[in-house]
């Protein structure tokens, strides 16, 4: 019963920028760690940026410096601010976390959420 879900999508000329939001509900549970994805027309899914609860959150080389994560954890929500976007961003980008959950217990099981669409136009 536990879902995510992915907002904020859409069209941006480049240079713009664009925040997403992924907000996690359902069930009880214990956030160990959230993340974004992107997957690029034509490629593979990649990591983008990586927020481990109480640990330091980790970017990739191709968004550093323009993107940034951040969590408001009253509102089990976490965002992905997007700036200086290039067309090469263009892709469907993804929610994931890494939760426990209870009732029975079940350690570091992950949830995605159904993805939203970035178009960056040139």
């Known amino acids: 019963q536990v879902q995510l879900v992915e907002t904020g999508g859409g069209l941006v000329q480049a240079g713009g920028s664009l925040r997403l939001s992924c907000v996690v509900s359902?069930?009880?549970?214990?956030?160990?760690?959230m993340g974004w994805y992107r997957q690029i027309p034509g490629k593979q899914r990649e990591l983008v940026a990586s927020?481990?609860?109480?640990?330091?959150?980790s970017y990739a080389d191709s968004v550093k410096g323009r993107f940034t994560v951040s969590r408001d954890n009253a509102k089990n929500t976490v965002y992905l601010q997007m700036s200086s976007l290039k067309p090469e961003d263009t892709a469907v980008y993804y929610c994931?976390?890494?939760?426990?959950?209870?009732?029975?217990?079940?350690?570091?099981?992950?949830?995605w959420g159904k993805g939203t669409l970035v178009t960056v136009s040139s």
């Open positions: 994931n976390a890494d939760l426990t959950t209870y009732y029975p217990k079940r350690y570091g099981v992950d949830y």
């Open positions: 359902g069930g009880i549970f214990t956030i160990n760690a």
């Open positions: 927020m481990p609860t109480g640990g330091s959150t």
